[in-house]
């Protein structure tokens, strides 16, 4: 198969009730001679491998099904890029969809641009209305639609996650990183292993990516967000780990980008910490992470700017219980 302009991967793991909404959103005759769709199935016990099998069936030339082991979404994605024979690469998991009008214009930017990232916004769409939710507006506010930006403009700016982006392929290939296996979180890795190697980044303020918001099993609420604790950390110490190693070959505002990138993180698994009950010993957890910050990343730890942070560090974490508190009326959303 000879080069396309962009491999969509599509991580499937016992999706058989929303693949074929995912994969139908691909299919279009404008641009599906310039695709290629892995569907990289994950080991899944239901149909999702004969879903996929019908569209590669139809649509060979765009479609094609990986069967592998279950991995994780990290594996699904690792694997995507291996096979990936797109010049850009974009990941849409398989109980998502894309707008298809949206992803034409994409594609055709795609043909046009020689960024090393195009951003796209993104829909959260309620998995029971199938309404759109107000949880994502105006991703881009500081940002000018339509134009091509170096890659240090837009660094303090914004941070362009997982659903927004369409990468060039080859800069995963040039960072020679893996994403963490059986891990959740990972999204920060997809997000933070090409940067040392971004240049340039185009906006375009069409929403590509819809996401299925509320389904059952989903990491984000923070139930989960505790049940997970040690997988959010795993990836938060992964990424203090890369800022260091690209140190000496990423550029200066690449650098802070990732700092930044992991800055939230590390906000986060502070947030992880507050949510639980006061008597569940996560306060020495929290001074422990925050003290390793400060004497083993100090650039990282001085990015943090979350004020419940910041409070307690300057009361040397005294209010530690009042934080729980605060956070104790709205323990069941993150």
């Known amino acids: 198969m000879e080069e396309k302009i962009l491999t969509i991967t599509i991580p499937s793991y016992n999706v058989e009730a929303y693949l074929e909404d995912c994969l139908e959103s691909f299919v279009n005759s404008e641009v599906m001679e310039e695709i290629e769709v892995l569907v990289v199935n994950d080991g899944s016990s239901d149909h999702t491998a004969e879903i996929a099998q019908r569209y590669v069936d139809k649509y060979p030339d765009t479609f094609r099904l ?8 990290g594996s699904t994605i690792n694997t995507g890029i291996k096979e990936a024979k797109g010049k850009y690469f974009k990941v849409v998991d398989g109980d998502d969809w894309v707008d298809t009008r949206n992803f034409i214009r994409l594609v055709k930017v795609l043909k046009e641009s020689e960024a090393d990232i195009v951003a796209s916004n993104y829909t959260w769409i309620n998995h029971a209305t199938r309404l759109p939710e107000k949880r994502q507006e105006y991703p881009f506010e500081k940002i000018e639609y339509n134009k091509l930006y170096k890659f240090e403009e837009i660094v303090g700016k914004t941070i362009i996650d997982m659903h927004a982006t369409t990468v060039k392929t080859e800069l995963f290939r040039k960072a020679n990183e893996k994403i963490d296996e059986h891990t959740f979180y990972v999204d920060v890795e997809f997000i933070a292993f090409p940067i040392p190697y971004v ?27 505790q049940k997970n604790m040690k997988n959010h950390l795993r990836v938060l110490m992964r990424l203090n780990r890369y800022c260091k190693k690209v140190e000496s070959i990423a550029p200066a505002a690449n650098l802070e980008y990732i700092r930044e990138l992991t800055a939230t993180i590390f906000t986060s698994q502070m947030k992880i910490y507050i949510s639980f009950p006061l008597k569940s010993g996560m306060k020495k957890e929290a001074i422990k992470l925050d003290a390793y910050f400060y004497h083993k990343n100090r650039e990282v730890y001085e990015k943090v700017k979350n004020p419940a942070v910041l409070i307690l560090r300057k009361t040397r ?8 508190l605060a956070f104790k009326s709205r323990r069941n959303s993150y």
């Open 66 to 73: 990986i069967n592998k082991e279950n991995g994780g979404h």
């Open 199 to 225: 240049r340039t980044v185009y906006f375009i303020e069409d929403a590509v990516y819809q996401y299925r918001l509320g389904l059952p099993g989903q990491s984000m609420s923070i139930q989960k967000m």
């Open 317 to 324: 974490y005294s209010v530690f219980p009042l934080a729980v």
